[in-house]
């Protein structure tokens, strides 16, 4: 009988630096306990995946084009492979998980690392955390067409029980923080899913990529140290104001005061001061409802309302925005409490069911495996 392999990917929550890590930012992300399984088993020709979330399966071929179905994350992770040199050999790879789909948690940079992993366990070959991340990333640029940063598939890959990630996403260096020191060591991150399905491959979030690009080009000209966003302040922004449209302006606003929310949020982390990472958290979500405007009434209503409830420090819209998550931080003795809360003042409002997810920072894929 042939053996199978498995791997696990955990999906993330963003805990700051939202929409900066594809103009040379800093985000701080953290994995979460929702993970992808894949399972590899060898096979005597072709290239299969299958899916428990969806019917049929998929074969793969070096000439095949992105279809806009599920199979596209894993396909285009075995098209990277190839573009590499990798042979990999003959399989059928079954995805099962239970990360929520579309709610802003990494759904699919956990797939695509799960794939990437497992891939590369198959075909005897090694890849350093960076390049299975960058791999990944182009895997979705490339094949799938989502313009998404390193962010997700970063902390997907290297992320390390019990901290957040903080990663320099110009130079992708990183830090680990800790999530379990000092008062922080109290809190608990709760996650609540609007239940609004967005997608990062199209639409407006392709439209704020492109305005941030555009700002980021303006200052660049004026002032040639400043590279990329990652690297302009707030006075070079100002310095160039009128040669911004309305809506660039606050893009690039957005990204440069996030940039510095995430540089104070490290200093507060490392004190383990909660009250101070939570005031960063709510400057972080009216930041994106008020300039970055890719917030909606269902994440305003949820973030608001965390924000009244008792042990709640902070809250914000998480992930790609249009919809998705909101994430608080939130005293561990007040979660049960303010779960319930949290649920019936949503319903009462929009009659929707929220899910609410509590979680602790977990292993990324490759700590997963060493530990396995």
Same mark, same amino acid.
């Given at each position: 009988?042939?053996?199978?392999?498995?791997?696990?990917?955990?999906?993330?929550?963003?805990?700051?630096?939202?929409?900066?890590?594809?103009?040379?930012?800093?985000?701080?992300?953290? #994995?979460?306990?929702?993970?992808?399984?894949?399972?590899?088993?060898?096979?005597?020709?072709?290239?299969?995946?299958?899916?428990?979330?969806?019917?049929?399966?998929?074969? &793969?071929?070096? !000439?095949?084009?992105?279809?806009?179905?599920?199979?596209?994350?894993?396909?285009?992770?075995?098209?990277?492979?190839?573009?590499?040199?990798?042979?990999?050999?003959?399989?059928?790879?079954?995805?099962?998980?239970?990360?929520?789909?579309?709610?802003?948690?990494?759904?699919?940079?956990?797939?695509?690392?799960?794939?990437?992993?497992?891939?590369?366990?198959?075909?005897?070959?090694?890849?350093?955390?960076?390049?299975? #991340?960058?791999?990944?990333? @182009?895997?979705?640029?490339?094949?799938?067409?989502?313009?998404?940063?390193?962010?997700? %598939?970063?902390?997907?890959?290297?992320?390390?029980?019990?901290?957040?990630?903080?990663?320099?996403? @110009?130079?992708?260096?990183?830090?680990?923080?800790?999530?379990?020191?000092?008062?922080?060591?109290?809190?608990?991150?709760?996650?609540? *899913?609007?239940?609004?399905?967005? &997608?990062?491959?199209?639409?407006?979030?392709?439209?704020?990529?492109?305005?941030?690009?555009?700002? %980021?080009?303006?200052?660049?000209?004026?002032?040639?140290?400043?590279?990329?966003?990652?690297?302009?302040?707030?006075? %070079?922004?100002?310095?160039?104001?009128?040669?911004?449209? !309305?809506?660039?302006?606050?893009?690039?606003?957005?990204?440069?005061?996030?940039?510095?929310?995430?540089?104070? #949020?490290?200093?507060?982390?490392?004190?383990? !001061?909660?009250?101070?990472?939570?005031?960063?958290?709510?400057? &972080?979500?009216?930041?994106?409802?008020?300039?970055?405007?890719?917030?909606?009434?269902?994440?305003?209503?949820?973030?608001?309302?965390?924000?009244?409830?008792?042990?709640?420090?902070?809250?914000?819209?998480?992930?790609?925005?249009?919809?998705?998550?909101?994430?608080?931080?939130?005293?561990?003795? !007040?979660?049960?409490?303010?779960?319930?809360?949290?649920?019936?003042?949503?319903?009462?409002?929009? *009659?929707?069911?929220?899910?609410?997810?509590?979680?602790?920072?977990?292993?990324? #894929?490759?700590?997963?495996?060493?530990?396995?």
């Amino acid at each position: 009988m042939t053996s199978a392999m498995f791997t696990y990917a955990p999906g993330r929550v963003n805990l700051l630096g939202e929409h900066t890590d594809y103009t040379g930012g800093l985000v701080l992300p953290m #994995a979460i306990p929702f993970a992808t399984k894949a399972t590899v088993t060898a096979a005597a020709d072709g290239y299969v995946f299958t899916s428990t979330a969806f019917p049929g399966e998929h074969a &793969s071929s070096r !000439d095949e084009k992105a279809t806009g179905a599920w199979s596209d994350y894993p396909a285009g992770v075995l098209h990277e492979l190839w573009a590499l040199g990798i042979e990999v050999p003959p399989f059928r790879m079954e995805l099962d998980g239970n990360v929520p789909l579309g709610a802003g948690l990494s759904s699919s940079a956990s797939i695509e690392v799960a794939t990437a992993v497992a891939l590369l366990r198959h075909a005897g070959a090694m890849l350093e955390a960076k390049e299975i #991340a960058l791999l990944c990333q @182009r895997a979705e640029n490339n094949f799938v067409g989502s313009p998404c940063g390193i962010m997700d %598939q970063f902390v997907v890959t290297a992320a390390t029980e019990g901290h957040a990630l903080l990663l320099n996403t @110009r130079t992708l260096t990183y830090e680990l923080l800790p999530m379990n020191t000092g008062f922080l060591a109290q809190c608990s991150i709760v996650i609540a *899913n609007s239940m609004v399905r967005h &997608s990062v491959a199209t639409g407006d979030y392709g439209v704020r990529r492109r305005e941030l690009e555009e700002g %980021q080009a303006v200052i660049r000209a004026r002032f040639p140290e400043a590279e990329d966003l990652g690297r302009a302040t707030t006075e %070079q922004l100002e310095f160039v104001r009128a040669s911004l449209s !309305d809506d660039v302006y606050k893009r690039c606003k957005h990204v440069i005061t996030e940039n510095a929310r995430v540089r104070q #949020a490290e200093v507060a982390m490392k004190a383990g !001061d909660a009250v101070k990472l939570g005031e960063l958290m709510n400057g &972080s979500h009216a930041s994106q409802r008020d300039d970055f405007e890719d917030s909606v009434p269902e994440i305003d209503f949820l973030a608001a309302t965390a924000v009244t409830l008792p042990g709640c420090y902070g809250a914000r819209l998480t992930g790609g925005g249009f919809g998705g998550c909101t994430v608080s931080l939130v005293a561990s003795d !007040d979660v049960p409490q303010f779960t319930a809360q949290l649920a019936v003042a949503y319903k009462g409002h929009f *009659n929707i069911e929220a899910e609410i997810y509590v979680c602790t920072p977990a292993d990324g #894929a490759l700590a997963q495996l060493e530990r396995a």
